[in-house]
């Protein structure tokens, strides 16, 4: 009689004890501290969800952050005792990116980024380029929205494509990798530089090419790019500086005769930016970027009028240009055509883009790659080189032709913005 009143509750008193601990180990896993994971090298901390929304800051390597949301490869994170904000998902140390960074991108013995130029200094210093030079040279600081770029304009923008998921981002090799902070700061003031050299800003079709770009680099997955284009007045030639930012000329522009074009243009330029074709030449050279000190004086409320360190930013962003504008090798203007061949395709587009536009380059400037309206190709390396590039993107867009379903309604867009 005991040893069954004994079983009898036992029998109910060890479901009871296992229900308990049940709710215990549940309680302590879901009312624990969140899952804190660490970012890469060259995190973008952002505003909202999106490659156009401004930059709040970069992140410190394995900054430390807690996801609170996630939408479309975005999460919404809390830095843990600095803020919060948006970066995109590859910003994350995973399995397969946990390779160290190399001690020339770091300050030595820290984790830290090199430092850039402070970017109230940053607006100083282009202010003082407008004003010396008399034309409207003024560019946004990736920390700034674009004019005419918000979230209703770019959904707009989108609707209507058939993007596929062919080939790859493309964006693996940059993973892991650090863009200097000091590349966030003095590309703007590069890209004011060229602006000024060819007459000006045309603001009355920045905004457009800006959502090209935009939507190539989002179907590119180069989250971590800070993509912007600025449009000359003049010029015919465009390029890429270190980080995304992008400065193409009037007179080049003038020859797109789609959308399409435009987009492959826009694609091989922004692959530079993602393979960091850019910051390897750079730091190829014998001097190094280091204006933090040089421009340190500047007093960053007024934004005057700086005649000394004028003169010396106008010198150094010449040698940094001309280095943006030598020639690349034919590997790596390959590796940019191939990329944004495959965008093209990504995003919806004719993947034919760019390939239309280096045969009518081909067709229209003869032998010599001169006349044509007066513009010089001399950023072209060679007839023959032209023509390997042409061979080798037909091969290409011929393969991806059968996986795309092309829609015509950018052709008319181009046509209404353009003209």
């Known amino acids: 009689m005991f040893e069954s009143s004994l079983l009898n509750k036992a029998r ?73 904000g948006w970066i995109s998902c590859n910003a994350l140390i995973s399995e397969d990116t946990q390779s160290m960074p190399t001690q020339r991108q770091y300050q030595a013995g820290t984790n830290k980024p090199a430092m850039g130029v402070d970017r109230a200094v940053v607006g100083a210093m282009i202010k003082g380029l407008t004003q010396r030079l008399g034309v409207d040279a003024e560019v946004a600081t990736p920390y700034e929205p674009l004019p005419g770029v918000d979230e209703a304009s770019v959904t707009a923008f989108r609707s209507g494509f058939n993007p596929v998921d062919v080939g790859k981002p493309l964006t693996a090799v940059a993973t892991g990798r650090n863009l200097s902070s000091r590349y966030l700061s003095l590309s703007p003031v590069l890209a004011a530089q060229q602006v000024a050299a060819w007459g000006g800003r045309n603001i009355s079709v920045e905004p457009y090419c800006n959502q090209v770009l935009l939507w ?93 360190e004028i003169a010396e930013l106008e ?72 023509d390997m590039r042409i061979e080798r993107l037909e091969k290409q867009v011929n393969k991806l032709k059968r996986r795309v379903k092309i829609t015509e309604r950018y052709k008319l867009r181009f046509k209404q913005r353009i003209g």
């Open 216 to 308: 190539i680099a989002d179907r590119a997955g180069a989250a971590n790019i800070t993509a912007r284009v600025y449009v000359a007045m003049r010029g015919g030639n465009e390029f890429c500086l270190p980080g995304g930012i992008i400065v193409i000329g009037g007179d080049l522009l003038a020859i797109v005769e789609d959308e399409a074009e435009l987009a492959g243009i826009l694609g091989h330029e922004l692959a530079h930016a993602v393979f960091q074709h850019g910051e390897c030449a750079l730091e190829k050279q014998s001097w190094r970027i280091g204006v933090s000190e040089t421009f340190a004086e500047l007093d960053a409320e007024t934004g005057g009028y700086y005649d000394k």
């Open 12 to 84: 109910t008193t060890i479901p009871l004890i296992v229900l308990i601990l049940l709710t215990s180990v549940f309680w302590s896993t879901s009312s624990g501290d969140p899952q804190i994971q660490q970012t890469q090298p060259g995190a973008l901390l952002r505003h909202g969800p999106g490659n156009y929304y401004p930059l709040l800051k970069m992140l410190d390597y394995q900054a430390r952050v807690i996801i609170k949301d996630s939408t479309h490869g975005w999460l919404n994170i809390d830095v843990l005792d600095d803020g919060s």
């Open 315 to 386: 010198e150094f962003s010449a040698g940094v240009i001309l280095m943006m504008e030598r020639k690349h090798s034919l590997d790596i203007e390959f590796t940019a055509d191939s990329a944004a061949t495959i965008w093209l395709a990504r995003a919806g587009y004719d993947p034919e883009g760019l390939l239309s536009f280096l045969k009518r380059l081909r067709k229209g400037f003869g032998e010599g790659l001169t006349g044509h309206g007066g513009i010089n190709l001399t950023w072209l390396n060679s007839r023959d080189e032209l």
